[in-house]
Nanobody, 118 residues
């Protein structure tokens, strides 16, 4: 069973940066898209960014456009999320997700916590 493990979260001051990583335990074939989601306390999980393997297109949540970049290293089976100019409202648990095999397989990580506070 493929496992996704996020890392890179932590406590950061407003205006700071973090780079999240999501490492897969093994190569996932036929990936359709890779994404980052977040869930703040008491709120529903929401999309942060998604990267499509078809053409390499990316989409970002409006609240994070211009502040985050999603990327991947295929050789390392790793997905990244670079986050800049972080705000207190970005505080959440961040999860990575991989969808594969014509959207029939979905893998989730267990999340990494990000706290933005002074």
């Amino acid at each position: 069973q493929v496992q996704l493990v996020e890392s890179g979260g932590g406590l950061v001051q407003p205006g700071g940066s973090l780079r999240l990583s999501c490492a897969a335990s093994e190569t996932i074939f036929n990936i359709n898209n890779l994404g980052w989601y977040r869930q703040a306390p008491g709120k529903q999980r929401e999309l942060v960014a998604v990267l499509s393997t078809s053409g390499g297109s990316t989409n970002y949540a409006d609240s994070m456009k211009g502040r985050v970049t999603i990327s991947r290293d295929v050789a390392k089976n790793t997905l990244y999320l670079q986050m800049n100019n972080l705000k207190p409202e970005d505080t959440a648990v961040y999860f990575c997700r991989v969808v594969a095999e014509s959207y029939t397989m979905t893998y989730w990580g267990k999340g990494t916590s990000v706290t933005v506070s002074s």
